[in-house]
């Protein structure tokens, strides 16, 4: 699978890291199963077109979350690890046949009073709103808006910010997201949708809202997301 970013926000992960979150995700969602061997290495670099050393820096990463094993003279094993430190750990949309790389557009970026239909979450009366279409490789699958208490930060470029919003909050404002309540329901598509995402506004889809914790288990982030249920479910895998 060659990397295409042409969906992609300006601030795209590294290539390294997005094969090995697309890898992550694969196991993640038993497309790659425990114990199976991945090809081998310049057939995979091959694949992703990728030089062997980009590609073995993404298998690196795996071996640290513990999702792979390099057994010397005989290749890469699958290993499914108790607590991937997967960078879209959080990320519960898949596509319909399992798995598949998030990908961002940023729409908007605007600090704002908090709406009165927001549950309370952090100290501010405002915050950064986010709008982004959300891509599973390339496919259109969500329409997203998240809001971060305006405590976290005075501003945030936009150009700074990666695909991951949660990377971005651990690397440049010292924030973890450590854990996340979601409520799945159904609601219709707001009126901002874009036309790359298929279903029109108004239209009943796949809904989620979610309050987001910091790792001092205080609510800092109010999102939701409307998702494409003809292309994508969303998975929560317990253990």
Same mark, same amino acid.
Request: proline residues 7%.
């Given at each position: #699978? !060659? #990397?295409?970013?042409?969906?992609?926000?300006?601030? +795209?992960?590294?290539?390294?890291?997005?094969?090995?979150?697309?890898?992550?995700?694969?196991? #993640? /969602?038993?497309?790659?199963?425990?114990?199976?061997?991945?090809? !081998?290495?310049?057939?995979?670099?091959?694949?992703?077109?990728?030089?062997?050393?980009? &590609?073995?820096?993404?298998?690196? &990463? &795996?071996?640290?979350?513990?999702?792979?094993?390099?057994?010397?003279?005989?290749?890469?094993?699958?290993? %499914?690890?108790?607590?991937?430190?997967?960078?879209?750990?959080?990320?519960?949309?898949?596509?319909? /046949?399992?798995?598949?790389?998030?990908? +961002?557009? #940023?729409?908007?970026?605007?600090?704002?009073?908090?709406?009165?239909?927001?549950?309370?979450?952090?100290?501010?009366?405002? /915050?950064?709103?986010?709008?982004?279409?959300?891509?599973?490789?390339?496919?259109?699958?969500? &329409?997203?808006?998240? @809001?971060?208490?305006?405590?976290?930060?005075?501003?945030?470029?936009?150009?700074?910010?990666?695909?991951?919003? *949660? %990377? %971005?909050?651990?690397?440049?404002?010292?924030? @973890?997201?450590?854990?996340?309540?979601?409520?799945?329901?159904?609601?219709?598509? !707001?009126?901002?949708?874009?036309?790359?995402?298929?279903?029109?506004?108004?239209?009943?889809?796949?809904?989620?809202?979610?309050?987001? *914790?910091?790792? %001092?288990?205080?609510?800092?982030?109010?999102?939701?997301?409307?998702?494409?249920?003809?292309?994508? +479910? *969303?998975?929560?895998?317990?253990?």
């Amino acid at each position: #699978m !060659p #990397m295409n970013t042409t969906t992609a926000s300006a601030a +795209a992960l590294p290539t390294f890291v997005q094969i090995s979150e697309a890898i992550a995700r694969d196991i #993640m /969602a038993g497309r790659l199963l425990d114990g199976e061997k991945l090809p !081998p290495e310049r057939a995979m670099a091959a694949d992703w077109g990728v030089a062997v050393g980009t &590609l073995r820096k993404a298998l690196g &990463l &795996l071996v640290d979350q513990k999702l792979l094993e390099r057994v010397q003279g005989s290749g890469n094993y699958v290993r %499914h690890g108790e607590d991937a430190d997967s960078i879209y750990a959080f990320f519960r949309l898949e596509l319909k /046949a399992g798995g598949g790389l998030p990908r +961002a557009q #940023m729409l908007s970026l605007d600090r704002l009073p908090k709406p009165p239909d927001t549950p309370k979450f952090g100290p501010s009366d405002h /915050a950064f709103r986010f709008r982004r279409l959300r891509f599973l490789n390339d496919t259109p699958v969500a &329409l997203e808006e998240i @809001w971060l208490d305006g405590s976290t930060a005075k501003s945030i470029d936009p150009a700074d910010i990666s695909e991951s919003l *949660y %990377h %971005h909050y651990k690397s440049r404002l010292g924030l @973890w997201i450590t854990r996340a309540e979601d409520r799945v329901s159904v609601a219709p598509v !707001p009126d901002w949708r874009v036309d790359q995402f298929g279903p029109k506004a108004g239209i009943t889809c796949g809904y989620v809202e979610r309050v987001a *914790y910091d790792q %001092h288990a205080n609510p800092i982030e109010f999102s939701r997301n409307w998702f494409d249920t003809s292309v994508v +479910a *969303y998975v929560s895998r317990l253990k």
